[in-house]
Structure formats: C-alpha cells, structure tokens
T-cell receptor, first 114, second 109 residues
Framework: ETGVTQTPRHLVMGMTNKKSLKCEQHLGHNAMYWYKQSAKKPLELMFV???????ENNSVPSRFSPECPNSSHLFLHLHTLQPEDSALYLC?????????????FGPGTRLTVT | GQNIDQPTEMTATEGAIVQINCTYQTSGFNGLFWYQQHAGEAPTFLSY??LDGLEEKGRFSSFLSRSKGYSYLLLKELQMKDSASYLC??????????WGAGTKLIIKP
C-alpha cells in the first residue's frame, strides 16, 4: 500500500468519450502530480499542484483537464482523446515540491483509446 | 535542453553485482533520485543524492558526482526480485523532476 490510490486501474474509451481519472493520497502531502508513461520513454510530467494551486502545465493538450478540489484529491478529465494518448497515467504526491521530497506513486491507470 | 541518459537494458547474474549509470545535463541541480519500477507496478523510491559521494542503503548504494553530471546505482548480492526497471531522475533549478527513460535490469539464475 503506497498511500496513493488511483481509479480506475484500466480504461478503454473511444475518441468521442468523456471520462475522468481519480487519484487520492492518504499521506497528508501538499504536492500532487500527473504523469504519462509510454513504453520505453521517460516519464512525462503533465501537471503539478502545490497546495491545490496548479504550478505546472507542461504544454499538455487541452483534451486533458486537471482538477484539484483539495490537497488529497486530484482528477484528470479526458475528452476527445487520440489513439496516441494510450499510455499508463500515474499520479504521485510528495510532502513538498522543494528539496529531497520523494514522490509516492499510485498504481496507475492503463488507458487505451480506440 | 535537459537530458538524462541511462542504458536501456542490462543483464546480470543472481548473486553478482551490477552498476547502473546515469548522466545528466539539466538547468540547475537540486538532487538526484533513483526509483525502482517492477513491470506493471508504480515506481518506488530507492535513494536520493544531493551531495557528492556514496550513499549506502543495504544491498543498494548510489553515487553522485555533480561536477561530472554523473550518478550510478550499485546493486549487490543480486536477487531475482531485483529484476525491474531503474529510473534516474534529477531535480532542476525549478524543482521539477527530469526523468530518464529507465534501465531494464534482467537477472538470470
């Protein structure tokens, strides 16, 4: 148990669907992250929230929309995705953004866009 | 641009020692992390280096040379369960983590 949970674990959606990924951390951390992990590529940081405020948006297409209602919950809303968006989406949290704060990862959502 | 380089894949024998190298070019440096990721699972934290030198933690050790932009992860007394990908990540001047693509380590009996 990493203290970070993600649902659903697997998701298959068509390009015209709308779905949401959910992440919850039970660690009392202040920073939360969304990553995209594709095969044989580095982890791609998508969004960062620090104390519920978005601090980073790494040129992510608008078909991905994050939401952070409180410091324990993070959502990724998906709409009109493309097949190349198929990947593992990982949520992580850390005590702080600065210094040696290790990130704790959730198990990920395996997304397939058909 | 920012870049992290590590070998794509390595093979080692159970009971042996293996060293996984990582070189980096980043805008600023605020620490280097190593994570382990088993297939189909989330990455888990292994070590953190911010000063030069060797940090030892059981069978795993991590080394850092900031002047050379270089780190390595040393795994001793390899066990089959050590088969995983090992990710190197550097915190840049904006405290963003820059990730390498990972090194897949295969352990053979």
């Amino acid at each position: 148990e990493t203290g970070v949970t993600q649902t659903p674990r697997h998701l298959v959606m068509g390009m015209t669907n709308k779905k949401s990924l959910k992440c919850e951390q039970h660690l009392g951390h202040n920073a939360m992250y969304w990553y995209k992990q594709s095969a044989k590529k580095p982890l791609e940081l998508m969004f960062v929230y620090n104390f519920k405020e978005q601090t980073e948006n790494n040129s992510v297409p608008s078909r991905f929309s994050p939401e952070c209602p409180n410091s324990s919950h993070l959502f990724l809303h998906l709409h009109t995705l493309q097949p190349e968006d198929s990947a593992l989406y990982l949520c992580a949290s850390s005590q702080a953004m600065e210094g040696g704060s290790e990130q704790y990862f959730g198990p990920g959502t395996r997304l397939t866009v058909t | 641009g920012q870049n992290i380089d590590q070998p794509t894949e390595m093979t080692a024998t159970e009971g042996a020692i293996v060293q996984i190298n990582c070189t980096y070019q980043t805008s600023g440096f605020n620490g280097l992390f190593w994570y382990q990721q088993h297939a189909g699972e989330a990455p888990t934290f292994l070590s953190y280096n911010v000063l030069d030198g060797l940090e030892e933690k059981g069978r795993f050790s991590s080394f850092l040379s900031r002047s050379k932009g270089y780190s390595y992860l040393l795994l001793k007394e390899l066990q089959m369960k050590d088969s995983a990908s090992y990710l190197c990540a550097v915190t840049d001047s904006n405290y963003q983590l820059i990730w390498g693509a990972g090194t897949k380590l295969i352990i053979k009996p």
